[in-house]
Nanobody, 124 residues
Framework: QVELVESGGGSVEAGGSLRLSCTISVYMGSFCMGWFRQAPGKEREGVAVIDGDGSVRYADSVQNRFTASKDKSLGKMFLQLNNLRVEDTAMYYC???????????????????WGQGTQVTVSS
């Protein structure tokens, strides 16, 4: 049973930064891993996905502001959030898929395993 645990969320002012972490309970190997978020009253949306070879794809809304990375030796995936905006406020979730290449479209329906989420709140 794979378990994912997110941490690092918090409350910041617009323009601030946060670093989220996701710990996976098994060796991540070459799995596809990703970050998604869900704001109140909205559908879950993709933020960034990391292929098994380390290639990263971002949603247009976070390109050049967020940076996703992973460290296999630590069993962790990270999301650096810079220049945060009010509209980035959401619960952030990490996910994993037992394939090396993530689906091209950042569609949450392609993923079955999720962490419990960590809340990011950005105030103006």
């Amino acid at each position: 049973q794979v378990e994912l645990v997110e941490s690092g969320g918090g409350s910041v002012e617009a323009g601030g930064s946060l670093r989220l972490s996701c710990t996976i309970s098994v060796y991540m190997g070459s799995f596809c891993m990703g970050w998604f978020r869900q704001a109140p009253g909205k559908e879950r949306e993709g933020v960034a996905v990391i292929d098994g070879d380390g290639s990263v794809r971002y949603a247009d809304s976070v390109q050049n502001r967020f940076t996703a990375s992973k460290d296999k030796s630590l069993g962790k995936m990270f999301l650096q959030l810079n220049n945060l905006r009010v509209e980035d406020t959401a619960m952030y979730y990490c996910t994993v898929r037992d394939q090396s290449v993530c689906p091209w479209h950042l569609n949450p329906a392609s993923y079955r395993i999720w962490g419990q989420g960590t809340q990011v709140t950005v105030s103006s």
